[in-house]
């Protein structure tokens, strides 16, 4: 069975059962992760989005339908581009649903305008949150080490998948390129390199000793994203 035209197929049908319920105060829907991507298996869920005017107040919806988990976000467009030019740490598995959305209906080309606006994004907004994980990414790493040498595997392990999780997100925002899905993540993040497939082949194999090796190796790679000018200053991470 073909489970993203699956889900496709139930995006369609909810976003008609929408547009009976809010009318012209409904302006735009669309799919976006694994399912806009054609890459959808059958533990997918679908995420939608359902745009509407200022009218219509902002809910997030979460159901069960045909055996598939859905998340439909129902917000005003005004939100949505707000939302398109914010840049968190977590902005790679935030970004997807305003650059590579898969339009169910869309009369006035409202997504097209996000995509446009999310491009448009300064640079700047990019280094600040690669600044804002510098000091992260930096503590988790020699934590991992600490906990290797001092014999703390659990702890190594857990530190090293955050550290990992944290990696994936600092290069997304070093290529302005957003991952497809949580689901296809790691994939998609150890292709794009950094020593990001040597670390988690480490943790996949649960070879704990080996960690600190390939870690090092990715600080070196990435290690001076965002570092401050002189790092003995006063170091101010805004929350």
Known sequence: MDETRRRMDLAKEMALAYRRDMGDHMVAAA???SVAHGRA???????????????????????????????????????????????????????????YPRIIWDPTEQFAAVRDISLATPRKRFDDALQQSWWSAREWANKVVAMVESDNLPGAQFTAWQYLYLV?????????????????????????????????????????AHLPEVIRVVQKDTGSWGEPSDPKELFVCPK
């Open 41 to 99: 298996d059958a533990h997918s869920d679908l995420e939608l989005i359902v745009l509407t005017d200022l009218f219509v107040e902002p809910i997030n919806v979460h159901t069960v339908r045909q055996g598939i988990q859905v998340e439909c976000d129902v917000l005003p467009i005004e939100r949505l581009r707000h939302r398109a030019q914010v840049v968190t740490i977590e902005w790679g598995v935030e970004a997807d649903c305003y650059r």
């Open 168 to 208: 994936a997100m600092r290069v997304a925002l070093v290529q302005q390129e957003p991952y497809e899905s949580l689901r296809t993540m790691w994939q998609d993040a150890s292709a794009r390199g950094f020593g990001v497939a040597d670390v988690l082949g480490v943790l996949v194999r649960t070879d704990i």
């Open 31 to 33: 799919c976006y992760g």
